[in-house]
């Protein structure tokens, strides 16, 4: 501790929002390029069920990764494991630049995110190293913002960049410089023994069953729901056979973290079991709503509005604006009523607001809700309500999980906190394209087939189209609908927690 004070401290805090905002942005970042990358591979733009994987190549090496190397850096040290994941992160986004085919995209895309999945643990452990009970909220309050800034600005940076610079290549160039320099102060800001536990104790070993454990059945779970053919069914051969084993490989974890085994990626010893698995589940759910949004929305304005990439990114800026407004009232509102009141009026606004996109007609940009002389234009106010909604459950549930773990357990709560909303964003964005890809293929095999220029055939499949994403979005609202139930039943602490008089004070 002695050893960083003062500017090297704020540099080593400066380098881990830095690296933890990288890696956020770029787990967002693909939702509006996903037309330009299908297109520049050779691939047919109208079959985006070929370009899921690099979403959730991408959550699935993040989510998967997240817990084991955090364990990695106790043992080797929160520098160590940090300037090698960034190295690694700059490879994984050279090698996705240079991709001439799918494959090797997702290989870049995966990659990245094993890299990224690290950044954010090691770094809220880093608070706890550096910084002393009293001022850790505030620390890992920083941290928590850089990881939801990337949400926000993600998808608008990879569409301005890419606008930019002329091409979508360029996006993931522009990551190399970046995490190499973010390598660079990291490793002069922080000394390489902060984080590393030497001394042949409990701490210094790492549960790599576990890990593999919950990266496997993750793994067999999105495979499972990908469907490179969705025109003939909703899940591909393999499907049934390879979700089935993903559980039973999830349930195998389960098992496994139970077992009182000295070492485990979660450790439920201390924890209060109700709320905090209730936060986890509202996370799940405002996860998976988050990334269909960003991914639905986009492709939605560039297949029937037409708009181009950047176009789709300021129509999808409504509902980043409004999530990024969300946030902070929630917080604000969260520290003077119950946090489970504001995390299910959230969830209940979020599907109010998606209940009402299911609707959009196909000129829904000169729609409006007229309330007396006052025109409201029905995109704006649907996107504003849902990302109002959503926005407003992050702070609360990220207050319950902390006061439902022990003090010394609260970096591990919030990542843990994070890795349940990613999980919501892997399977949700998953089964709802799953879902819908084979929805939109069935539609457009109903329509009589065209003869020569019929344009009567070309707004058949348009219309088809508009009911795929109406149903994404319905079933959407239904997902909100139960994170508000779990919210509003479970979603509280039956008790005050016994924590001390500044825990008291500085909670989050």
């Given at each position: 501790m002695s050893e960083l004070v003062g500017v090297r401290r704020r540099w080593a805090?400066?380098?881990?929002?830095?690296?933890?905002?990288?890696?956020?942005?770029?787990?967002?970042?693909?939702?509006?390029?996903?037309?330009?990358?299908?297109?520049?591979?050779?691939?047919?733009?109208?079959?985006?069920?070929?370009?899921?994987?690099?979403?959730?190549?991408?959550?699935?090496?993040?989510?998967?990764?997240?817990?084991?190397?955090?364990?990695?850096?106790?043992?080797?040290?929160?520098?160590?494991?940090?300037?090698?994941c960034l190295l690694a992160f700059a490879a994984g986004s050279a090698l996705t630049a240079i991709a001439g085919s799918m494959p090797v995209a997702v290989t870049g895309r995966a990659v990245q995110g094993i890299a990224g999945g690290a950044l954010l643990p090691v770094t809220m452990a880093l608070a706890a190293d550096l910084w002393e009970r009293r001022q850790r909220p505030v620390v890992l309050g920083f941290i928590g913002a850089a990881q939801e800034l990337g949400s926000v600005i993600g998808p608008l940076y990879g569409a301005g960049i890419a606008a930019l610079l002329g091409s979508w290549q360029a996006v993931f160039w522009l990551n190399v410089p970046l995490a190499l320099g973010a390598a660079v102060v990291v490793g002069l800001s922080l000394p390489a023994q902060v984080g590393r536990s030497g001394d042949g104790t409990v701490r210094t070993q790492v549960d790599w069953i576990g890990g593999l454990l919950l990266a496997v059945g993750l793994g067999l779970l999105v495979v499972g729901l990908y469907n490179p053919q969705p025109d003939r069914s909703v899940l591909p051969s393999w499907g049934v056979p390879t979700l089935a084993a993903g559980a039973a490989v999830l349930v195998g974890f389960g098992f496994w973290q139970a077992a009182n085994r000295p070492v485990r990626l979660f450790d439920p010893s201390g924890v209060q079991i109700r709320p905090f698995l209730a936060a986890l589940v509202v996370s799940f759910a405002s996860g998976a709503a988050l990334l269909?949004?960003?991914?639905?929305?986009?492709?939605?304005?560039?297949?029937?509005?037409?708009?181009?990439?950047?176009?789709?990114?300021?129509?999808?800026?409504?509902?980043?604006?409004?999530?990024?407004?969300?946030?902070?009232?929630?917080?604000?509102?969260?520290?003077?009523?119950d946090e489970r009141w504001v995390a299910g009026a959230g969830l209940a606004l979020a599907a109010l607001g998606y209940f009402r996109i299911a609707g959009w007609p196909l000129d829904v940009l000169v729609a409006n809700y007229q309330l007396g002389p006052v025109a409201l234009p029905r995109l704006d106010t649907d996107l504003v309500l849902a990302g109002l909604g959503l926005g407003l459950v992050v702070a609360p549930v990220s207050a319950i999980a902390l006061r439902a773990v022990p003090p010394d357990r609260h970096g591990l709560a919030s990542a843990t906190v994070v890795v349940s909303r990613t999980m919501g964003m892997l399977l949700g964005v998953a089964a709802l394209s799953a879902w819908g890809f084979y929805r939109y293929h069935e539609l457009v095999d109903a329509i009589p087939p065209p003869s020569g220029i019929d344009f009567g055939y070309a707004i058949a499949v348009r219309q088809a189209l508009l009911v795929e994403y109406r149903e994404i979005f319905l079933a959407t609202a239904v997902v909100c609908v139960l994170g508000a139930l779990v919210a509003l039943a479970a979603l509280r602490l039956p008790a005050p927690a016994p924590v001390d008089k500044i825990g008291a004070d500085q909670q989050v």
């Amino acid at each position: 501790m002695s050893e960083l004070v003062g500017v090297r401290r704020r540099w080593a805090l400066g380098a881990g929002g830095l690296v933890v905002l990288l890696g956020a942005i770029d787990a967002y970042v693909v939702v509006t390029l996903l037309v330009d990358i299908v297109t520049s591979l050779g691939l047919d733009p109208s079959k985006l069920e070929q370009a899921t994987p690099l979403v959730t190549g991408y959550l699935l090496g993040y989510v998967g990764a997240m817990p084991l190397l955090g364990q990695l850096s106790d043992r080797y040290g929160r520098t160590t494991l940090v300037v090698a994941c960034l190295l690694a992160f700059a490879a994984g986004s050279a090698l996705t630049a240079i991709a001439g085919s799918m494959p090797v995209a997702v290989t870049g895309r995966a990659v990245q995110g094993i890299a990224g999945g690290a950044l954010l643990p090691v770094t809220m452990a880093l608070a706890a190293d550096l910084w002393e009970r009293r001022q850790r909220p505030v620390v890992l309050g920083f941290i928590g913002a850089a990881q939801e800034l990337g949400s926000v600005i993600g998808p608008l940076y990879g569409a301005g960049i890419a606008a930019l610079l002329g091409s979508w290549q360029a996006v993931f160039w522009l990551n190399v410089p970046l995490a190499l320099g973010a390598a660079v102060v990291v490793g002069l800001s922080l000394p390489a023994q902060v984080g590393r536990s030497g001394d042949g104790t409990v701490r210094t070993q790492v549960d790599w069953i576990g890990g593999l454990l919950l990266a496997v059945g993750l793994g067999l779970l999105v495979v499972g729901l990908y469907n490179p053919q969705p025109d003939r069914s909703v899940l591909p051969s393999w499907g049934v056979p390879t979700l089935a084993a993903g559980a039973a490989v999830l349930v195998g974890f389960g098992f496994w973290q139970a077992a009182n085994r000295p070492v485990r990626l979660f450790d439920p010893s201390g924890v209060q079991i109700r709320p905090f698995l209730a936060a986890l589940v509202v996370s799940f759910a405002s996860g998976a709503a988050l990334l269909i949004t960003l991914v639905d929305v986009q492709i939605f304005a560039q297949g029937l509005l037409l708009e181009d990439a950047l176009g789709g990114a300021l129509v999808l800026s409504r509902f980043l604006v409004a999530l990024t407004v969300g946030a902070l009232l929630g917080g604000l509102a969260a520290r003077r009523v119950d946090e489970r009141w504001v995390a299910g009026a959230g969830l209940a606004l979020a599907a109010l607001g998606y209940f009402r996109i299911a609707g959009w007609p196909l000129d829904v940009l000169v729609a409006n809700y007229q309330l007396g002389p006052v025109a409201l234009p029905r995109l704006d106010t649907d996107l504003v309500l849902a990302g109002l909604g959503l926005g407003l459950v992050v702070a609360p549930v990220s207050a319950i999980a902390l006061r439902a773990v022990p003090p010394d357990r609260h970096g591990l709560a919030s990542a843990t906190v994070v890795v349940s909303r990613t999980m919501g964003m892997l399977l949700g964005v998953a089964a709802l394209s799953a879902w819908g890809f084979y929805r939109y293929h069935e539609l457009v095999d109903a329509i009589p087939p065209p003869s020569g220029i019929d344009f009567g055939y070309a707004i058949a499949v348009r219309q088809a189209l508009l009911v795929e994403y109406r149903e994404i979005f319905l079933a959407t609202a239904v997902v909100c609908v139960l994170g508000a139930l779990v919210a509003l039943a479970a979603l509280r602490l039956p008790a005050p927690a016994p924590v001390d008089k500044i825990g008291a004070d500085q909670q989050v």
